[in-house]
T-cell receptor, first 113, second 112 residues
Framework: DAGITQSPRHKVTETGTPVTLRCHQT?????MYWYRQDPGHGLRLIHY???????DKGEVSDGYSVSRSKTEDFLLTLESATSSQTSVYFC????????????FGPGTRLTVT | DQQVKQNSPSLSVQEGRISILNCDYT??????FLWYKKYPAEGPTFLIS?????DKNEDGRFTVFLNKSAKHLSLHIVPSQPGDSAVYFC???????????FGKGTRLSVIA
């Protein structure tokens, strides 16, 4: 199994509060991704990173920001959480050397009340 | 606009029979396709993939078929087992280092 951890695994927060989710990898992979999974929508890409300090937007990036200051950590921040951001968030990694498979972390269940 | 479509939200199959999960795509630039399996409360796990230069890839009980002219791929599981009950996601990518695009998933239930 790829060495990916996500923290926290569960979080309940109130509308309007900032929230940061962390993805940590021990594989030294170049690419990291944040997805959200919602019923009826599958997996949708929020943001991704192709190297330290190199990030780009995905399909559903509004309301989210990311940072990657070192290879192993990719942070997802909800500046002011809304109820529509209640979801399960998955981080994924890929080494980028010939392989196209992405490997996913265990997920973070976020509830915004 | 959805580039990867899994039109069946759910599928129920008897143990020992064949499970066929379908996926359609609209982007002719996709050159690599993958299937992921997801159990509740876990992250998706990679199952099998196929390059656009092939029409079939097999790995044990799992076979993926690609029909480029129809922009259609399918995952066959033979024989189906209760442990195969999960949500299956189809994914695709274009060349370069673009992220994967996922379908909405199909929930497979294998009944003993």
């Amino acid at each position: 199994d790829a060495g990916i951890t996500q923290s926290p695994r569960h979080k309940v927060t109130e509308t309007g509060t900032p929230v940061t989710l962390r993805c940590h990898q021990t594989e030294n992979h170049r690419y990291m991704y944040w997805y959200r999974q919602d019923p009826g929508h599958g997996l949708r890409l929020i943001h991704y990173s192709y190297g330290v300090k190199d990030t780009d937007k995905g399909e559903v990036s509004d309301g989210y920001s990311v940072s990657r200051s070192k290879t192993e950590d990719f942070l997802l921040t909800l500046e002011s959480a809304t109820s529509s951001q209640t979801s399960v968030y998955f981080c994924a990694i890929r080494d980028g050397i010939g392989a196209y498979e992405q490997y996913f972390g265990p997920g973070t269940r976020l509830t915004v009340t | 606009d959805q580039q990867v479509k899994q039109n069946s939200p759910s599928l129920s199959v008897q143990e020992g029979r064949i499970s066929i999960l379908n996926c359609d795509y609209t982007n002719s630039m996709f050159d690599y396709f993958l299937w992921y399996k997801k159990y509740p409360a876990e992250g998706p796990t990679f199952l099998i993939s196929i390059s656009s230069i092939k029409d079939k890839n097999e790995d044990g009980r799992f076979t993926v078929f690609l029909n480029k002219s129809a922009k259609h791929l399918s995952l066959h599981i033979v024989p189906s087992q209760p442990g195969d009950s999960a949500v299956y996601f189809c994914a695709a990518r274009t060349s370069g280092n673009t992220p994967l695009v996922f379908g909405k998933g199909t929930r497979l239930s294998v009944i003993a």
